[in-house]
Each structure stands twice: as structure tokens, then as C-alpha cells.
């Protein structure tokens, strides 16, 4: 390829092409356009980078694993017109020399490593002032920290799109921002600013988004913003602003989405924010509002989601919310509303949340409820509601309702455990309270009604827990997805993007990111609910993610739970996506597409302590200690980094109190991974954190032989374990992976075979065939067949640790 000296053209963009940048293409000195984006190409560009393309108008890097500083050189090309080198690891700071290319019309540098820590790192900031074409300069999701200089007002006044959310920005916003008077996209969340909103954002008439979430603002919404009457995404979310809120919100008439939640906001709500026809997305929680829901609500006919939850509002629900047909989330607990739950719900058929706990109303659950076809979580709880529970649709399901603090509800599922209705209980509330007094004298019916509040005691100790919806959405959530938003973003599902399957369900690779410029991949987590055992599964996986939260933990975005295109039941999880993979196929490259991967020592040393301290925290630090129960190196993955994040907790189980081993919850109908399951369970014993630590040295033995506990070599009596241990202390070599022995060959070769050299080579060597002896003993230890002779958990951590540290000495 590097023959066609005459090529303009090149581009092989969203294919599977891998490997370093290709050295051949340097010799295309012609090209007017490059791009190699959406492939897995990988390594560094040279210094000089920029030379080679002197007529270049182009460059298309973007979405691939290019990695190291991006080089200044590439200013050379000075007709450059679009970068793209978004979506990559590049670190480092931005080229000042960008400020060069007259022509630059867009910059798109997002998601990458790069960094900022004082003015000199953001002086091309100040240079790109020189490129009076630009229109998109988009730095959203790198490390770039600081206080964000007040340069930024000498952009192009054409700028259109400027992206810097998800930094680590300091300081104010400056207040010449709002001289860029073409912006239509700015957005600066989740970064540290402080101070308050500038009124000269209110020069921006062309705004359409403004993110501002997840900062440190203070004060007032200035009254400026409402002259932004353009903008359809307003996000101040996250901050500590106060003060009432402005009836001029009614000026912005082609709003969509509005986050509000987690400020100091006080007084009511203006009724003239429902005023908006076209919002289909509210979110005012966690602040201080008061007074009645105003009746206009119904004026919203494009809302689906709406969460008004803690603040202080009361009063009754207006019937015209029915008139917003299309909702499907409604989350109103924290309140402080009262009155019967509205008729003209029945007309929310679209429903799929609805959140009511946590106030006062009161009559009858409605019956119109168990119809509601899509509905799969509804919370009730620790309201004044009674009469006899309906028994239909989702009151089947108690794990999807709940209905704790209602002491007057009676009958319905017996899983919910009310206490059975009597003689016209549910209608006659009269004759309800005649009967008591009657019954009372009873002493057998005394005793059942002690026995009753002893269980509704219970429950109200764990209402906390249970009154959570399947998955609680964090402020650093995703709002809930929909099947079609995930069949979208997974081209249908498609094979293609297949990345893996288990037993309860096949997982996917997808580009969604509802609130921003990127497509942000995830994985996707659909349930197999045809398999026996997946609903409860994808239950237990839920109830597990919600409260927990460790950076070795693989991080959960958001939940789906809906129905697909045929009306099926349908149920999924959307991940964090580890750009590599799991640790299954970097210990056993030769089964999977790449065959050149490859974990050194210390990769695989630091990969351990990062599994022990997830195991640890699950076990001793998260709110209620928890057991994997299925902890595998298909289970582990790896992010771009290589950090290690333990995932899948379909078979996790909680218990009861940390470090009681002797109260632990049912293991029937157990199933694990062959090979990692400590012995134990398969005699019927329960789950246990000493089944993780078993788990744990199978794990370690696995990576420091490279064998897997269900090898062809281990027939019989023969386990990895016995294997292992034979092997001690005298053919330790022997059984240690391969690709170990080579590594310190190659260590060898690169210290040259002079006498000082090879000494220390000997040392070192002798070095990691300690650690590497060390990682061995202490996965023998944890893999005992005995629970009783395993290591504890936490000194798991800190062996590990030490031999790691020994290790980079």
C-alpha cells in the first residue's frame, strides 16, 4: 500500500483491523484524508507523525487503543481541517502547536487520558484562539484539572459545540463564555467548579444543551438563562443552588429534559414549567420544594419520566396526571401527599415504575393496578392505605411490590404477609372496627394479632432495604433504559456484537450515552428468562449491585425491565464495558481471536490483589457482607487499564451478620462453575465466605501455572490443587505457565551477557521465582478441602499485597 504515491483517499474505518499504525501508509505523502477510526489499532505515533502528511485535510484516529502523547508534529499537516482522535488512551497534555492550523474546523479529543494541572498545560487553549474556523472542540471525559482558563472566551465566536464534562476543572466559569454566541453545545458537568452561574451564559440564545450537573455551584439560577428559549436540555443537577424557582421557566417552551435533583431549591413549583408540552423528562428530587402539585400537570402530554421524590410537598395528587399518558416512571416518595391514590391512573397503562411510598395517603389500593401490563416495580410502603390487597398482575410478584407501613392493608399475595381480611373488611370500614373489638376477647385470635405485629416489627427494621426499587439509581446513574433504546444501541442484538454468554443470559457490546454528544460503549446484560432460575438471577444480581460500590467491582450503569417487540418479558443489565475483556482470555490466549495477548508477572500479581481486595470489601466493608459464590477468571475483567473488576453477582448471597459463619443463608438449587465450587458445597453446606477464598486459590493457581482447574491433565483423584502441591518444593518450575519462564528468558536477553548484567538478572530472577513460589503457597492455603484450615479473607489481602510489593522492589 505504501506504493500508491499518488493516493488522496484512505480510509478503513469500522472494521476489526488490529496491530500498530501501519508504517507503510507514512509513505502516502498525498493523502487528503486518513482515517482508521472504529478498529482496535494500537501503540504510539511517532514524534514526527506530522511530516509525513503535508496535504493532509483529515485524520481520522478516532475509537481504537492508540496510546502515549499525541504528537506535536501533527501541526505539520497544516491544512488540517478535522481531528479525530477521540476514544483512545492518548495521555499526556494537548499540543499547543493545534493553534497553528488555520483551517481547523474540528477538534474531537474526547475520552482519552489527557491531562492539565496549571496554565502552561492549557495554553492550547489560549493558541486555539488563532484557529478562527473551529466549530467543535469537544475534551469531555479526560483528566484534565485546574482551573479552566479565562482563554476560553477567545474561541472562534463560531463555535458551536464545547464538550469539557467529566474532568477534574477547578475554579469558576469564566464570565466571558458568553461572548461564543454561536454555542449550541456546552457542557461542563461532572467536574469541581464552584461560584455561581454567570449571567452572560444568557447571551447564548443558540444553546440547545447546557450541562452544568455535578459541580460545586452555588447561589441562584440567574434570570438570564431564560432567555436560552432554544435550549431543550437543561442540566443543573448535583450542585447547591437555592432559591425558588422561576416562573420564567414557562419562557423555555421547547425544553425536553430538565435535572434539577440534588440542589437546595425551596419553595413551590412553578406552574409554569408544566406548562412545557414537549418535557418528557423531569427530575426535581432531593431538594426542599413545598406546597400542592400544581393541577396543570396535565399540560405535560410528552412526559415519561417524572421524580418529584424527597421534598416537602403535600396536598393530593391532581387527577389530571392521568392525562399524561405517557409516563412510565413516577417517583413521588418522600412527601408528604395525602388523600386516595387518583382514579385517572388507570389511564397510565404505559406505567413501569411508581414510587409512592413514603407519604400519607390513604383508601383502598386501586384494582385498575394489577392490569397494568408493563408495570414491574411498584412501592407503596409507609402510607395510610387499607382495605384488601388486589391479587393480579404484578401483586403476584412480591419481590416487585411493596407494601410495608400499611397496617389496615389486608389479604392479596401470602407473600406479602398481611394479615388475611375479615368479614367485609376491605369495604366496611365500620364494621371492620366492631369486629375488632369483638374478636379481641378471643385469646387464640389475641395471640395471632401479637404474633402479626411481631412480623409487621420485622419488616419495618428492614423496610430500608426493601423498599428500594430493584435496582436504586445513584446520581451517577443512567435514568432507566428501554428494550428499544438497547436494541438500538446493540444494532438489534446482533451477533456481531455478541462478546459473551453464561448461563442465564448472553451479554452484548453497545454504544448508548442518552444525555451527551459520545456513544459511550457498554455492555449489555440480557437475561435468558427462559432458563430455569434466570428471574430469580437477575433479582438476586439486582439486589446485590444496588448497594455496593468498589472500584474493583464492574460498575452498573442502568436496568431494563420491559417487554421486547413481541411482548415477551424482558429483563437486562447495562455495564461499564472493559475494553479488555475478561481475564479467561488473557491466560488462555490460544482459544480466543487474539493470540498475541499476554499478562507478565506483575500483571498478574497486581490482577490478584485487585480480585482479594473486591472479595474483601464485599465480605467486610459493603453494608450488608455479601458472598460471590462464583468468582472464575471469566468473571473477572479487565478495563483499559488493566485494573481487575469482578462481575456477575447472579448467584451472589448475602449474610446475615460479617463474620458469622455459623448463620448463613440457603445454598438449595446451588449452582456454580466446575472446577472453582469449593468442595463443600457440594455436600449441601451453605454459602460461605470461605467458598470465595477457595475460589480465590483456584483463581491463583490458575494464573501462576496457566492451567485451568478442569484441564484434560487432571483426571481421577488429580485436581489443580494436588497438582500443585506434588510440585513442591522441588519442580516448582515445572508447572509454572510457559509464557513466565520466557519472560524472564527475554528479561536475560535484554541485560546483555556481561558479568554484571547477568547478576543482575540473577537477582531479579531469583526475585520472581519467590513471588511466583509465594503466589502458589497462598493459593494452596486458600484451596484446602478444609474450610476450618483456609486462610481469613483479609489476610488473603495482605499477603497478596506484600508479595506484590516484594515484587516491584
Known amino acids: 500500500m505504501g506504493k500508491l504515491d499518488s493516493l488522496t483517499w484512505l480510509t478503513v474505518e469500522t472494521n476489526r483491523l488490529s496491530g500498530a499504525f501501519p508504517s507503510s501508509v507514512y509513505n502516502l ?148 463564555i458568553g461572548d461564543l454566541v454561536s454555542l449550541t453545545f ?42 436560552l428559549t432554544r435550549m431543550y436540555h437543561f442540566s443543573i443537577d448535583m450542585n447547591q443552588l437555592q432559591g425558588a424557582l422561576s416562573p420564567s421557566f414557562g419562557n423555555l417552551q421547547n425544553l425536553q429534559k ?77 412527601n408528604n401527599f395525602q388523600g386516595k391514590i387518583p382514579q385517572s391512573f388507570d389511564k397510565l397503562r404505559g406505567l413501569e415504575i411508581l414510587d409512592l411510598s413514603r407519604n400519607n395517603l390513604s383508601g383502598n389500593i386501586p384494582d385498575f393496578l394489577q392490569e397494568f401490563r ?44 398481611l394479615h388475611p381480611c375479615s368479614g367485609g373488611e376491605s369495604k366496611r370500614p365500620h364494621r371492620r372496627a366492631a369486629l375488632f373489638i369483638a374478636v379481641i376477647t378471643i385469646p387464640s385470635v389475641a395471640l395471632c394479632i401479637a404474633v402479626v405485629i411481631l412480623i409487621c416489627i420485622i419488616f419495618l427494621r428492614c423496610s430500608k432495604r426493601k423498599s428500594s426499587p430493584p435496582l436504586v439509581h445513584s446520581n451517577e446513574m443512567l435514568p432507566r433504559v428501554t428494550y428499544y433504546e438497547l436494541f438500538k444501541a446493540t444494532d438489534g442484538f446482533s451477533p456481531r456484537n455478541l462478546i459473551g454468554f453464561g448461563s442465564f443470559g448472553s451479554v452484548y457490546k453497545g454504544k448508548m450515552d442518552p444525555t451527551g454528544p459520545t456513544r459511550k460503549p457498554v455492555a449489555v446484560k440480557v437475561i435468558n428468562l427462559g432458563q430455569h432460575g434466570a428471574s430469580k438471577s437477575f433479582m ?121 459463619s455459623k448463620k448463613l443463608t440457603s445454598f438449595s438449587a446451588f449452582k456454580g462453575s466446575i472446577g472453582y465450587v469449593a468442595p463443600e458445597y457440594g455436600m449441601g453446606c451453605n454459602a460461605s465466605i470461605e467458598g470465595d477464598v477457595y475460589s480465590f486459590g483456584i483463581l491463583l493457581l490458575e494464573m501462576a501455572t496457566g492451567r485451568r482447574p478442569t484441564d484434560v491433565l487432571f483426571v481421577g483423584d488429580l485436581t489443580l490443587h494436588k497438582y500443585v502441591q506434588m510440585a513442591f518444593p522441588d519442580r516448582v518450575l515445572d508447572i509454572v505457565d510457559p509464557s513466565l519462564l520466557r519472560e524472564g528468558t527475554e528479561r536475560n536477553i535484554a541485560h546483555g551477557t556481561s558479568p554484571e548484567s547477568m547478576n543482575e ?27 476450618k484450615e483456609r486462610i481469613q479473607m483479609e489476610a488473603v489481602v495482605k499477603e497478596m499485597t506484600a508479595i506484590t510489593e516484594v515484587f516491584s522492589c
Open 540 to 660: 438476586r444480581e439486582c439486589e446485590a449491585l444496588r448497594s455496593i460500590r468498589h472500584r474493583n467491582l464492574l460498575k452498573i450503569l442502568t436496568s431494563c425491565s420491559s417487554v421486547d417487540s413481541h411482548g415477551n418479558d424482558f429483563k437486562a443489565l447495562v455495564f461499564e464495558f472493559m475494553q479488555n475483556g475478561s481475564l479467561e482470555q488473557w491466560l488462555h490466549p490460544g482459544e480466543n481471536e487474539n493470540c498475541e495477548k499476554h499478562l507478565g508477572l506483575a500483571q498478574r500479581l497486581n490482577i490478584a490483589v485487585d480480585v482479594a481486595l473486591a472479595i474483601s470489601y464485599l465480605y467486610c466493608h459493603s453494608s450488608r457482607p455479601i458472598v460471590h459464590c462464583d468468582l472464575k477468571p471469566s468473571n473477572v475483567l479487565l478495563d483499559d487499564e488493566m485494573t481487575a473488576h469482578v462481575s456477575d453477582f447472579g448467584l451472589a448471597r448475602f449474610l446475615p451478620d460479617s463474620g458469622d
Open 29 to 176: 505523502s498525498s493523502l487528503v484524508l486518513l482515517g482508521l477510526g472504529d478498529n482496535q489499532f494500537s501503540g504510539t505515533l511517532p514524534p514526527n507523525f506530522g511530516f509525513f502528511f503535508p496535504n493532509l485535510h483529515n485524520l481520522s484516529l478516532y475509537r481504537n487503543k492508540f496510546y502515549g502523547p499525541i504528537p506535536s508534529s501533527i501541526a505539520n499537516a497544516s491544512s488540517l481541517q478535522v481531528i479525530q482522535m477521540d476514544a483512545n488512551a492518548f495521555s499526556g497534555v494537548v499540543p499547543s502547536t493545534f493553534g497553528t492550523l488555520k483551517n481547523l474546523t474540528y477538534l474531537l479529543l474526547w475520552e482519552n487520558q489527557l491531562e492539565a494541572r496549571n496554565d502552561d498545560d492549557w495554553s492550547f487553549i489560549k493558541t486555539l484562539a488563532n484557529c478562527t474556523h473551529l466549530q467543535v472542540l469537544e475534551l469531555q471525559t479526560n483528566r484534565l484539572g485546574g482551573v479552566l482558563p479565562v482563554a476560553v472566551s477567545n474561541l472562534s465566536k463560531g463555535i458551536r459545540r464545547l464538550t469539557l464534562r467529566g474532568n477534574l476543572i477547578s475554579g469558576n466559569i469564566p464570565r466571558g
Open 374 to 417: 408493563y408495570i414491574n416495580y411498584l412501592n407503596l410502603s409507609f402510607n395510610n392505605l387499607d382495605g384488601e390487597t388486589p391479587k393480579g398482575g404484578i401483586f403476584r410478584n412480591a419481590s416487585a411490590v411493596s407494601l410495608l407501613g400499611n397496617p389496615k392493608l389486608c389479604g392479596g399475595n401470602l407473600q406479602l404477609h
Open 258 to 334: 430538565v435535572y434539577l435533583f440534588a440542589n437546595n431549591f425551596s419553595g413551590t413549583i412553578p406552574k409554569e414549567l408544566f406548562s412545557i408540552s414537549v418535557l418528557t423528562l423531569l427530575s426535581m428530587s432531593q431538594n426542599s420544594l413545598t406546597g400542592a402539585l400544581p393541577t396543570k400537570i396535565h399540560q405535560l402530554k410528552s412526559i415519561n419520566m417524572m421524580d418529584i421524590s424527597e421534598n416537602e410537598l403535600y396536598g393530593e395528587i391532581p387527577s389530571t396526571m392521568g392525562n399524561c399518558e405517557l409516563l412510565v416512571f413516577i417517583d413521588m416518595h418522600g
Open 186 to 227: 456546552l457542557t461542563l458537568g461532572n467536574n469541581l467548579i464552584n461560584g455561581t452561574i454567570p449571567r452572560t451564559i444568557g447571551k447564548l440564545h443558540n444553546l440547545g444543551v447546557l450541562d452544568l450537573g455535578n459541580n460545586q455551584l452555588s447561589g441562584q439560577i440567574p434570570s438570564s438563562i431564560f432567555n
Open 761 to 787: 538478572y540473577l537477582v531479579k530472577e531469583e526475585a520472581r521465582l519467590a513471588c511466583l513460589a509465594s503466589m502458589l503457597t497462598l493459593g494452596l492455603t486458600c484451596s484446602k478441602d478444609s474450610p
